[in-house]
Structures are given as C-alpha cells and as structure tokens.
C-alpha cells in the first residue's frame, strides 16, 4: 500500500487521499527526512521546504504543494531525481482578493477615504490580479495592472512598475523569485516606498521579502500619511513586532485562508494524485464540504441591526479585524514563543468561507435598504440570493 505523507492542516486530506493509501499526517513546518523516508507520496503546504536535504534517500516520487506558490520546492531537483510534482494554481485566488477587498472596506471607514476613484495599481496578474483587477473595476476603481513576464509575452492592457507604484492603492500578488529575468526580492525597497503617492495605501499578501520590511518600517516612520496592510512577513513565523506596530491591519498569512480555497487545494492535488496512479477521481470538490457549513443570512424581516453597508454584510462572513487582533495578540507573547503563536494562529484558523457560497435571504428588502452603491459592492464580491442565484 502507499504511504502517503500530509501535512497536518491540510483540509480533507483524510477523505481524499485514504482511498489511495495509508495517509499519515505530520506538522509541515518540522518535518524531517526520517519521516520521509519510506514514503511514496508527499504533500505539503508553504511551511515545508521540499529539497535534496528533506528528500534524498527516500521512496517519494510524488511531490504536491496545496498552495499557489511553489518557491519552497526544489523543483529542478525533483526533476534531475524523476519526481513527479504539482501545485494548486488558483485555488484559494479568490480568497485572497475577498481578504484585499475586506481590507480596503475597513480602510474606507477607519480613513473616512471613498474607493470609487481611486487608483488601484495591481502588482503580478496572475490568478489573483486578475480576478482583483475585474472586481476593483466594478467597485468602481480604476485599475493599473504591472506584471512585467506577461507583457513580454505581448499581453496587452499593462502598465510599468513606476506607473503602477504611483496608484492610491498598491496591492503586491506576484511570486517570490531571488534571481532570474523577473526577481521580486525586495521588490519594494526603501526607494520605492519611499516614493509611493500621497496617502497612498500597500497591501502585500504574496511573500513577506517582496518588501524589504525593514525599510518599510522606516517608511513609515518618515511618512505617517502612508497606510499598509501586511499578511505576510520576512521571516515567518518570526514578524517584525515593531513593523506590526505600524501597519493598520497586520494578519498571520492567512489572505487565501478560506475554507473553499483550502479544499480546492486539497482537491486539484488529489486530481493529480489519482492521474499519476492511473486511477479514478471519485470525488468532487463540492463532496468535501460539509453541508452545515453553508451560510444563510436572513434579511426577509427588517431588524434594528440591517446593515447600512457592504462591509456590514462582510464582517458577518469574514471579519478580518479578528485576524488583525489574532495576530497582534500573538506578539505580545515572549519572543521564543512568538512564532509557535503565529502557527497556531494558522493551525486552528476557524471556517472562513468565500462570499460566492454566502446566501442572502430577503434581497428585495435588502436591495431597498441599501444605497445602490453598497449594494453594486455585494454584486461585486460574488453573493447570492438564497437560490443560489449571483446578484445583479
């Protein structure tokens, strides 16, 4: 029988991956070649550095990474050793554009600053970009996309780096690369935050040394009309508490958190899983949910609590002051404990789900309640009514 290795937090791994073998979960961030060792299939997160030092001597000839990025794995030496690997490319993109957008809602009422306007410059238009490109302009925002591989490949519609940097709002969805034609190794360094726009707002939720944390923590210092949202950080688990203190919101790497992303994950893997073995995919994406996950918002009978705006029916999804708070918690702890809070933060992150499988009842009323423009915002995120149906 297969052993197949999972790394402890990945959703469904169980309902998927026993039908294929023996699973065994392990804690990504510590595992060890001995827990490889006789192993035929691996599958990790972004925590687990996957090389010749964790791999070699082993029985693995699968490699999957649930995640988007693939900068922990060694792929050229999964090659040269003949091992099969695979990622998630996409499955927790809309995630984390719900995580931009609830950002910038809670922004919009700290800073008293409306979005419709503004100009939002869009760092990699990959799956992410692309998918905060469509709804920033629906939320009324004009849009600057930058994302240098694709327009060497004649993509048209993009901008340049200096351009996209002078935007109202920057928001970074690239990959990590140290070297190569197109590094992102502090690609926003002193110089160009420095230089961003008047009360400009950056929001990174790709990899923490896309900024040099360090100078952005002297940015802030010099300029106290900058804003910025950080999920990630150089260094995880280890966060820089005095940049943490800086920034208006500041999350545990949590953006592309979602229950639905992190199953799509577990999903596109087993898919790959049962192509590799020459098996059949007997299950679905939808399987792996539990159906008394589903979210019913009831607005059918007018209450003292109806919301007045879009980032009222957010919070009631995903509130992401509760991550800010999370994580700024987690800080106060001593130093040699802060990065076992920060795991933990991730490890026991509660069900999240995306707004396009939120069903609201009572749209009529709700439409009648809210201001057109709060409402174009709900179409924008992806509800629905209670039949399932996108809103208009």
């Excluded at 490889?36 to 599958?43: S, T």
Aim: glycine share 8%; with cysteine; hydrophobic share 40%.
């Amino acid at each position: 029988m297969l052993k197949i290795i999972v790394d402890e937090n990945i959703p469904a791994a169980e309902t998927c991956f026993a039908t294929l073998g023996e699973v065994v979960n392990k804690p990504g961030r510590s595992l060890q070649p001995a827990d490889v060792r006789d192993a035929d299939v691996l599958i990790v997160r972004s925590i687990t550095q996957v090389d010749q030092a964790l791999l070699q001597g082993s029985k693995v000839r699968f490699v999957g990474t649930a995640t988007i990025g693939v900068d922990h794995v060694d792929q050229a030496y999964l090659a040269q050793q003949g091992i099969f690997f695979t990622n998630a490319p996409g499955c927790n993109a809309q995630s984390v554009v719900e995580y931009v957008i609830a950002a910038l809602l809670e922004l919009e009422a700290s800073r008293d600053v409306a979005l419709e306007g503004k100009t939002i410059g869009i760092i990699g238009a990959g799956n992410v970009g692309s998918r905060l490109r469509s709804a920033a302009a629906v939320l009324g925002m004009n849009v600057l996309a930058c994302d240098p591989p694709l327009q060497a490949q004649g993509v048209s519609g993009l901008v340049s780096a200096d351009d996209a940097w002078q935007a109202d709002i920057v928001s970074l969805h690239v990959p990590f690369e140290r070297s190569g034609p197109y590094p992102t190794l502090y690609l926003g360094d002193y110089a160009r935050l420095h230089a961003m726009a008047p009360d400009a707002v950056l929001i990174n939720t790709a990899r923490g040394a896309v900024i040099d944390n360090r100078a952005l923590s002297n940015v802030l210092n010099e300029r106290a009309d900058l804003c910025a949202v950080l999920d990630v950080w150089e260094g995880e688990p280890l966060v820089n508490r005095e940049l943490a203190s800086q920034v208006d919101i500041a999350t545990p790497h949590i953006a592309g958190y979602s229950h639905d992303g992190k199953v799509r994950g577990t999903w596109m893997i087993y898919q790959k899983l049962c192509e590799f073995l020459q098996q059949p995919v007997t299950l679905q994406e939808a399987d792996l949910i539990a159906p008394q996950l589903n979210i019913l918002l009831d607005f059918s009978l007018p209450h003292t609590d109806d919301p007045l705006t879009a980032r009222d029916i957010v919070r009631k999804v995903y509130d992401i002051r509760e991550d800010d708070l999370g994580l700024r918690s987690s800080l106060q702890l001593e130093r040699e404990r802060r990065g076992e809070g920060f795991d933990a933060l991730r490890k026991h992150y509660r069900v999240r789900r995306e707004f396009s499988t939120v069903r609201l009842r009572g749209c009529d009323y709700l439409r009648q309640r809210l201001p057109q423009r709060e409402w174009q915002r709900l179409v924008a995120l992806g509800f629905r009514d209670e039949h399932g149906v996108p809103l208009t």
